[in-house]
């Protein structure tokens, strides 16, 4: 059994930053493949906001492209995701994603969420 456990949301005002961690656990061997992030504000549905392959292609949705950063560690299976110049419309429930290897089988995870409130 994976799991993907996210920290880092919080309250923000707008113009601020925050960084979110992810990291992927588990009782097996596992590999971690393309990881990523979204979210999904109330009313709304989900949407991709930034992913990252093994050997770091990173891809943006185009409205936080030079704002966000993700990245990871690949010796903590963990990833990033840098935010800066906050928006109140970046507000939102944000989601670790990842396919995982394990035992011969490869999976899509998601974290619980991670709340990001931008607000003065």
């Known amino acids: 059994q994976v799991q993907l456990v996210e920290s880092g949301g919080g309250l923000v005002q707008p113009g601020g930053s925050l960084r979110l961690s992810c990291a992927a656990s588990?009782?097996?061997?596992?590999?971690?493949?393309?990881m990523g992030w979204y979210r999904q504000a109330p009313g709304k549905q989900r949407e991709l906001v930034a992913t990252?392959?093994?050997?770091?292609?990173?891809n943006y949705v185009d409205s936080v492209k030079g704002r966000f950063t993700i990245s990871r560690d690949n010796t903590k299976n963990t990833v990033y995701l840098q935010m800066n110049s906050l928006k109140p419309e970046d507000t939102a429930l944000y989601y670790c994603n990842a396919d995982i290897t394990a035992q011969f089988s490869t999976l899509n995870y998601w974290g619980q969420g991670a709340q990001v409130t931008v607000s003065s």
């Open positions: 588990g009782r097996s061997t596992f590999t971690v493949h393309v």
């Open positions: 990252i392959t093994e050997s770091g292609i990173t």
